[in-house]
């Protein structure tokens, strides 16, 4: 079955840096696009990036536009979300996503980004 496994979170002070990982399995990954989530306290779930399957196109959340970027290792079936120059506001729980006949959601992996 499906499975997508988060890693990554943490603690982070205002401009640190962290890399969000997702381990993929259960279905053809380098065919899938993959999407990276987060939630923050009180608010819906937003996207906050995109790969198409071969990394080709990538799309972004205009509040992140700059200091995150995403990116994918089909050979390890995994999902990176690179993020810069974090702040607080980027704070959330961030869940990897895909589609297989209906939608798939890792468990979340906590940010927080505080001083």
């Known amino acids: 079955q499906v499975q997508l496994v988060e890693s990554g979170g943490g603690l982070v002070q205002p401009g640190g840096s962290l890399r969000l990982s997702c381990a993929a399995s259960?279905?053809?990954?380098?065919?899938?696009?993959m999407s990276w989530y987060r939630q923050a306290p009180g608010k819906g779930r937003e996207l906050v990036a995109r790969?198409?399957?071969?990394?080709?196109?990538?799309n972004y959340a205009d509040s992140v536009k700059g200091r995150f970027t995403i990116s994918r290792d089909d050979a390890k079936n995994t999902v990176y979300l690179q993020m810069n120059s974090l702040k607080p506001e980027d704070t959330a729980v961030y869940y990897c996503?895909?589609?297989?006949?209906?939608?798939?959601w890792g468990q979340g992996t906590q940010v927080t980004v505080s001083s």
């Open positions: 996503h895909t589609i297989r006949n209906r939608d798939y």
């Open positions: 259960g279905f053809t990954f380098s065919l899938n696009i």
């Open positions: 790969i198409s399957d071969r990394g080709i196109v990538t």
